[in-house]
């Protein structure tokens, strides 16, 4: 095994890394909200159901997800004959730790008869009590392909539930989860920064609060508003989501500007999700390097998990 330096420059893990990549027939699969060094060594970037697809139909060995461990779960759940590594366990979500799955499975129990839908950013457990998995890009389409009259559970995160339920006239019943980042965004900042940059377009992930939603030019996954941003004329953007996908905003449109939305406790015109950045390029070499550390998910649970997911892919 080839030696690591004490304090390898990020040149040589990018070698490394490629070097592994090879070797072991691994591909590397990274979220829009992952550090921009992380996105640039990336095969694939994407959100959340373009990640889901590309698991499940890629010939690779090895998958390393740099994402959150819920995305790890995703993908094995999807391949579970491959080797799926997150550089770093730590990387939680405090969306899906909002959804404490016992709490959760009581609670549906609570309402028989209602269809569930669960955002992706659940954990398997949760995944395996629902009867439909949805992610912020197809969540709208795939709730108004259901019967009108249909009951619905839709958890964890009220925010996109409740902006599901305003563009479709639904009345789904929410549970009270959410994202930290997308939660503590300032409608007063960012209205202040609407004053300063009359001419730059507001793009909002549904993820925040409903007052946000309401001053947005455009309501969407991050894939939708990469999307939006560019095909749209504007010179300028707010972009009122995890500041990582400004990074391939920027790459997709050179031209523009793109403004990161700050939070509400935050000095910095900036909000990020700590969680996202913990995976760095030494963690993924060494994730590469040693063959952890690795995803597994109960067979029993992954076999129920898989159910949901699988009707999403088809509906999508």
């Not at 690779?60 to 080797?83: N, R, S, W, Y």
């Not at 939603?213 to 894939?223: E, H, M, N």
């Amino acid at each position: 095994m080839k030696s690591t330096p004490a304090n390898p420059s990020d040149e040589w893990l990018r070698q490394e890394i490629a070097r592994l990549k090879k070797e072991k027939n691994a591909l590397i699969m990274a979220h829009y909200y992952q550090r921009d060094e992380i996105q640039e060594i990336a095969d694939f970037i994407g959100d959340s159901l373009a990640l889901a697809r590309q698991a499940a139909k890629t010939d690779a060995d090895v998958i390393v997800m740099c994402g959150v461990h819920f995305m790890g779960e995703t993908a094995k759940i999807l391949c579970p004959g491959k080797t799926v590594l997150i550089p770093d366990t730590e990387a939680g979500c405090s969306l899906a730790d909002s959804c404490d799955p016992v709490e959760f499975e009581n609670f549906v129990k609570e309402h028989p008869g209602y269809t569930v839908i669960s955002y992706v950013n659940t954990s398997a457990a949760v995944k395996a009590n629902t009867d439909i998995v949805v992610t912020s890009g197809n969540a709208r389409d795939i709730v108004e392909k259901l019967p009108a009259d249909e009951k619905i559970i839709f958890g964890p995160d009220r925010n996109l539930g409740e902006y599901i339920n305003s563009v479709t006239g639904r009345d789904m019943l929410l549970w009270n989860g959410a994202c930290h980042v997308h939660d503590r965004f300032s409608i007063e900042k960012i209205a202040e920064m609407k004053k300063e940059h009359p001419e730059a377009k507001i793009l909002v992930h549904p993820e925040c609060r409903r007052p946000l939603q309401l001053i947005a030019d455009k309501v969407g996954s991050t894939a939708a508003l990469l999307d939006f941003a560019a095909k749209d004329d504007a010179p300028e953007y707010i972009v009122v989501t995890e500041s990582g996908i400004l990074f391939e905003m920027r790459n997709k449109c050179p031209q523009k500007t793109f403004l990161a939305a700050p939070a509400e406790d935050s000095e910095c015109q900036c909000n990020q999700c700590e969680y996202m950045k913990l995976n760095t390029l030494r963690k993924v070499y060494e994730a590469l390097r040693d063959g952890k550390p690795e995803i597994n998910v109960d067979p029993i649970v992954a076999e129920k998990a898989l159910r949901p997911i699988e009707r999403m892919l088809r509906m999508s």
